[in-house]
């Protein structure tokens, strides 16, 4: 069982920067396969960026170079740290755990995750 807490989500200007925060609630100690997510208005959720614990990040074509995603596990905390915001990334951000191999992990799509917060949400203004 995996229990997350999003935080951080706000209104930001267009070019600003926002940083998101998920509160991880694991009740084992094995490692799970760690993603964010966004749904924007009338969209589809999609795949922001998955992690590994020990792996770099995997990002979406949409965010990378822009999105820094890491784990503190010793914390229990996701960070999301997003730069260069355009009007494009307002959504409802979710982050996301689901067990899983290391080599799966970035393969892994919305349906393949167990584990959902309940979502912030990003407004981006342009």
């Known amino acids: 069982q995996v229990q997350l807490v999003e935080s951080g989500g706000g209104s930001v200007a267009a070019g600003g920067s926002l940083t998101l925060s998920c509160s991880v609630s694991?009740?084992?100690?094995?490692?799970?396969?760690m993603g964010w997510f966004r749904q924007a208005p009338g969209k589809r959720r999609e795949p922001v960026a998955r992690?590994?614990?020990?792996?770099?990040?995997y990002y979406a074509d949409s965010v990378k170079g822009r999105f820094i995603f890491s784990q503190d596990k010793a914390k229990g905390t996701l960070s999301l740290q997003m730069n260069r915001l355009s009007a494009e990334d307002t959504a409802m951000y979710y982050c996301?755990?689901?067990?899983?191999?290391?080599?799966?992990?970035?393969?892994?799509?919305?349906?393949?995750?167990?584990?959902w917060g309940q979502g912030t949400q990003v407004t981006v203004s342009s």
């Open positions: 992690l590994y614990p020990g792996y770099s990040p």
């Open positions: 996301a755990a689901t067990g899983s191999d290391d080599w799966d992990c970035p393969d892994l799509q919305e349906a393949d995750f167990d584990y």
């Open positions: 694991t009740y084992n100690n094995r490692d799970y396969c």
